[in-house]
């Protein structure tokens, strides 16, 4: 049986959105993560509860199927529920609704806890998850793989990790992936495409100071979307793979 479901209403601001008045990924992706939080905090197993144990969530996987993207000033209700656990991954799944109770958003995600001193992941304690009465299996969830960049259509863009892309785990929040992802594209791409699925795979943090190469390949598939495939790099070692289907918005 699944576990507690949670949900919050939220009101699309101005500084959520991007240069159409579409929410933007990254803020999306922000808003999830503070619900899920904030269910955690109801539940009394709170990111300082968690901290007190030396450990700390980490986000290993996204997949991200979207209609729509919600629109500034636009009321939604975004809903989360913990779904299963094993002895070292969690499934947590969200949603966004529009006010007519129409799905625009939904994501499935893989969680772990990281050992703050190793930084290693470790098997999930009892007292932590069991609050979100989620159902324990021992199955693994096979999660598909982001599509690979192709090598001979490679292109990137240079970032530097700057402060305030570091969060209090001492690494770059996740949505900073999906920032340097997205603005490697350019302007006249994303102005001219709207997103309708993602698959993202983090696989080593990024650290302050770091310098990260963005890379990517575009690809067209049938009835026109694009698919764009990237990779985060610094120093030759991959931290972060994911692909994307877009259409073309209509003129």
Partial sequence: MSGKVYEEEHTVKYYEGDTLGRMSLPMLINNLIHVSETQSSVLGVDDAFVKSRGLSWIILQYGIEIKRMPRITE??????????????????????????????VTVHSTFALMDLEKR???????????????????????????????????????????????????????????????????????????????????????????????????????????????????EGKTNCELSAVWKALEE
């Fill in 75 to 104: 009321k939604v209700r975004i809903q989360t529920q913990a779904m299963s656990y094993n002895k070292l991954f969690c499934y947590r799944d969200f949603n966004v609704r529009d006010e007519a109770g129409e799905e625009i």
């Fill in 120 to 234: 290693k992941m470790v098997r999930v304690p009892q007292e932590v998850i069991a609050p979100y009465e989620s159902e324990f299996t021992k199955r693994l969830i096979r999660t598909p793989q982001p599509e690979k960049v192709n090598e001979e259509k490679l292109a990137a863009k240079t970032y530097r990790v700057r402060y305030l892309d570091i969060d209090q785990n001492k690494h770059v929040n996740n949505s900073k992936y999906f920032e340097w992802a997205l603005d490697a594209l350019g302007y006249d791409f994303l102005a001219t495409h709207e997103l309708m699925s993602m698959n993202i795979k983090f696989e080593k943090e990024v650290q302050y100071g770091e310098q990260v190469q963005s890379e990517y390949s575009l690809r067209k598939m049938e009835e026109g979307q694009v698919l764009s495939a990237h990779r985060i790099v610094t």
